[in-house]
């Protein structure tokens, strides 16, 4: 049956305030059983108050082939981490 | 003891149907409804936990939530007839629990306002489950009633099969005459309601029964229950005054 079905993305968000995050997929045959099918199965324990489904075919993903090109260039452009400021221990965790 | 056999008779209506969908763990058709099923079951197996709590209570006899579920025999049992009804295939599962829960979610809103606090909390409790129960059981009815044409057949064969139960729902039984409980009969004008809309979407109708079948409630039951109870009790049976 499975195989018939559509795929969806599930995105939660743990609480008020906190963005949605993709938490996994749930195979669904439209966006209603999807919100249904995705709050069975990845809010059990009380992970969140809000859930977001996308079809997976909706999503365009970076080609794994030019994680070279696309990602690699940055990693000596050290200058753009915020790690050279000096913070005052009373500031606490940022 | 009229109150105690009043909840006595809502405990084992969640318990049994409970069960019945507790059957489906392991062997549903999706990875999905293997979840969505078992969540439904801990629903009702919690509100029947509660009830069986304080039937006990009511009774002041030292019998205990187990004692109740597990040391009574199927001629004891009140459950409606339609919540021991078996699985079958989807069809039959997912409308005998919108059936359930179309009357339930309405039965604990009037509850709410009960005078008996157990029951009132209860209520708080429940109507959010059986809002959630309808919704998911009727989407599925509405898909598989106007899906495709081997599902619409096993979804009117579930609606021929189950239907002729659905007129115990509204006998009031032991609550008769009981302020703490909401009248049962009252409930009908707003489940009739539920079920045609969905109904509407569904392509289905709803049928006149000729011969409604009862029992339940004084304890003649089909005999899918003698299985079920079977199994459910076998290993308190077996090791009395187990705990896990």
Redesign the interface.
């Known amino acids: 049956?499975?195989g018939e079905?559509p795929l969806w993305e599930v995105f939660i968000r743990p609480r008020n305030g906190l963005s949605h995050k993709h938490v996994g997929s749930?195979?669904?045959?439209?966006e209603?059983?999807a919100l249904?099918?995705a709050r069975?199965?990845y809010t059990?324990r009380g992970e969140g108050n809000s859930i977001w489904v996308v079809p997976s075919a909706a999503i365009t993903a970076s080609d794994p082939d030019q994680a070279a090109e696309n990602f690699e260039p940055t990693g000596e452009k050290i200058y753009r981490h915020p790690t050279f400021y000096d913070i005052p221990d009373e500031v606490g965790h940022m | 003891m009229a109150l105690f056999d009043a909840v006595l008779e809502l405990a084992d209506d969640h318990l049994v149907l409970g069960h019945r969908l507790s059957e489906w763990c392991g062997h549903a058709p999706m990875l999905e409804e293997d979840l969505a099923l078992p969540n439904m079951a801990l629903d009702l197996i919690g509100t029947a936990r509660t009830l069986y709590d304080y039937a006990a209570q009511l009774e002041g006899e030292g019998r205990s939530e187990d004692d109740m579920a597990y040391l009574r025999g199927e001629r004891e049992y009140r459950n409606l007839l339609l919540c021991e009804r078996p699985n079958e295939d989807f069809a039959h599962t997912v409308l005998r629990q919108l059936y359930f829960a179309a009357f339930m979610k309405p039965y604990w809103e009037a509850a709410l306002s009960s005078s008996d606090e157990v029951i009132a909390g209860v209520a708080g409790k429940a109507v959010k489950e059986m809002a959630y129960h309808i919704r998911h059981a009727g989407e599925w009815v509405i898909r598989l009633g106007d899906g495709t044409d081997e599902s619409a057949r096993r979804m009117k064969d579930a609606v021929e099969a189950l239907h002729i139960y659905t007129g115990e729902l509204f006998e009031e039984g032991a609550a008769e005459g009981i302020d703490a409980l909401p009248s049962r009969a009252a409930i009908q004008p707003a489940w009739e309601a539920t079920i045609d809309e969905i109904f509407g979407h569904a392509l289905l109708s709803r049928p006149v029964v000729q011969y409604p079948q009862t029992g339940g409630r004084v304890g003649k039951h089909g005999e899918g229950l003698g299985h079920l109870l079977a199994e459910m009790q076998s290993v308190y049976r077996a090791h009395p005054g187990a705990t896990w």
Do not use: E, G, K, P
């Open positions: 049956m499975s079905v749930i195979h669904a045959a439209d209603v059983m249904q099918a069975d199965v059990r």
